[in-house]
């Protein structure tokens, strides 16, 4: 989604400006927080920012939303634990308090630039399925699912899910809500 | 949701409401409407919509969003069956053009007015809870499911799956998708 720089020092201004957006949001919200004050409480220039990301909207997701995309793929042995895992890991990201303090405005913003739009599936949802294409590879190795999983539909499933709940409705997860997901998923999708 | 009228004059004004709200979310989008174009159109006074609904969000919920909550359950012998005309009856919601211009104010709406979301599950999910409530017993006095499906979770998925594909990615439905959907839930839910 953004070119990573090879440099220790941007390495670093791209980290603070992360820490920044992430402890922003959760202060001020969503619509009140601005780029320069990323850029001040980051240590940047405002061009810093503009030269990586498109704007807020962009930004904020990245900062807020993509904390589990860099984690190892689970490998418990089974394909419900593996998804138990990857569940968790969504429930986690939408509970943190800069996530709930961003996403009213974020899906605002979204539904509005239908550029951004047309990237949710192409970049912004890539990490996570092909994190759940190797939790599928896996399970076909040990015969729990046939080849042709539909991974697209499986990852709306388990991200509609999460985001419906948690997102929209606002409630929050229970501790067994990523075991109960997971177990209909795996189910719903393995050989019999 | 609202206090229906046994009138046949008001019966007819809030069908005329309802109506007039449908065209002109799709004509002019959620942000540009107005009661005062909708009492226009509908020939009623405004008065009129502000002692029914609570606001323009819940108005246009209403219009865009519960047709099928009066269609007669689904009763085709199969859970899977049952799920894909439940599922195909929400993809054709989604799909309108008046739920398509209508969604992202009315997500950003909902999301802004606690006492809105707040009533999310327990008035405007209520029917469709209903409506999955019958078939999962119908499939359990079949033997196909156990008497203790978790409802909300299951209709958090069926909703939640198809709400991010459509209203939030912006995709079209293909005409498999329903089938695929109810054929992963059913499957996930079934005794085995």
Redesign the interface.
């Known amino acids: 989604m953004t070119t990573r720089p090879g440099r220790p020092r941007d390495e670093r201004a791209h980290a603070a400006i992360l820490a920044a957006v992430t402890e922003l949001v959760a202060e001020s919200g969503y619509a009140a927080m601005s780029l320069g004050a990323v850029a001040a409480r980051a240590g940047v220039g405002k061009d810093t920012i503009y030269r990586r990301w498109s704007g807020k909207a962009e930004l904020v997701y990245e900062a807020v939303f993509t904390a589990s995309d860099a984690a190892p793929v689970p490998d418990t042995g089974s394909l419900e634990g593996d998804l138990t895992v990857l569940v968790q890991q969504l429930i986690d990201e939408f509970s943190t308090p800069a996530a709930v303090a961003a996403?009213?405005g974020l899906?605002?913003d979204?539904?509005?630039a239908?550029d951004l739009?047309?990237r949710?599936?192409s970049a912004f949802l890539e990490p996570a399925k092909q994190r759940l294409t190797v939790v599928f590879d896996r399970a076909h190795a040990r015969r729990q699912t046939g080849p042709d999983v539909?991974v697209d539909?499986?990852l709306?499933?388990l991200?509609?899910?999460?985001?419906?709940?948690l997102g929209?409705?606002?409630?929050s997860a229970g501790p067994e809500l990523a075991q109960?997901?997971a177990?209909?998923?795996?189910?719903?999708?393995e050989s019999?």
């Not at 991200?159 to 709940?165: I, P, S």
Request: overall charge positive; proline content about 3%; cysteine-free.
């Open positions: 996403l009213p899906l605002a979204f539904a509005a239908s739009r047309a949710i599936r539909d539909l499986v709306d499933g991200v509609g899910t999460v985001f419906f709940r929209i409705l606002g409630e109960d997901i177990r209909i998923a795996a189910k719903g999708i019999r």
